[in-house]
């Protein structure tokens, strides 16, 4: 296993999730576990947009390792679902640690993911890192609830992701508050409906 990953798991396992955004923010091999480690600050902000917003709950859509959700779960006390895309990746040896529980779905979304989509009412639905622009789409039409989270590059970061954290979120969405990641050009949209 590679250095950070046993690092990382080692700190999960004794619930120190403040080392690990400490430690790793910045670390050469850190998108081995995760693209994004907030601060304490970002993850109060998030906390804080929950309550102003009546969120209670979070699903995250290609959470990946589910490291942020975990974290996010034992920074705020919001539970979070973990979704990601089936395939070999995740059966295999070489597969990462995950976190969470994940819930595996196809491309075309799963039914039991259709529904849960269908049934989120005080949910937030969050994208970290995401890079797949007709998916975000499907996952947004069948999604029931009234605020999106999305965590990633914004300009001059020569990242690319889709959606992005400004400008790729349909109309009816409107921008409720951001957050920098420290000065790491990556920010943490929040976007509700009426
Ligand atoms: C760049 S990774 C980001 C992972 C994680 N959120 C992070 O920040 O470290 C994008 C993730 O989206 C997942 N993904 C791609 N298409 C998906 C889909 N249709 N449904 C769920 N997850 C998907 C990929 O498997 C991958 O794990």
């Known amino acids: 296993m590679e250095e950070i990953v046993e690092e990382v798991t080692e700190l999960y396992k004794q619930g120190d999730w403040k080392t690990i955004v400490k430690k790793f923010r910045t670390h050469p091999n850190r998108n081995k576990v995760l693209w994004v480690f907030p601060t304490e600050e970002n993850f109060k902000f ?10 209670e709950a979070i699903v995250s859509v290609g959470c990946g390792s589910g490291l ?14 973990g979704i990601e895309v089936d395939g070999a990746w995740w059966h295999c040896k070489y597969a990462p640690p995950t976190f969470i529980p994940l819930l595996l779905t196809n491309q075309k979304l799963d039914k039991e993911i259709v ?17 797949n622009g ?21 300009d001059g970061k020569s990242v690319h992701t889709d959606p ?20 790491t050009k990556d920010y943490i949209a929040v976007y509700y409906r009426k």
């Open 46 to 55: 998030i906390g804080n947009c929950m309550v102003k917003l009546h969120c």
């Open 68 to 81: 942020l959700e975990w974290m996010i779960t034992e920074a705020t006390g919001y539970p979070i679902s």
């Open 115 to 131: 529904t849960l989509l269908g049934n989120c009412h005080r949910t937030a639905l969050l994208f970290c890192y995401f890079n």
């Open 134 to 154: 007709p998916a975000f789409k499907e996952y947004l039409d069948k999604f029931s609830g009234n605020v999106l989270i999305i965590i990633g590059p914004g």
């Open 164 to 183: 992005r954290p400004f400008g790729d979120v349909p109309d009816q969405w409107i921008l409720h508050e951001s957050q920098e990641v420290e000065s």
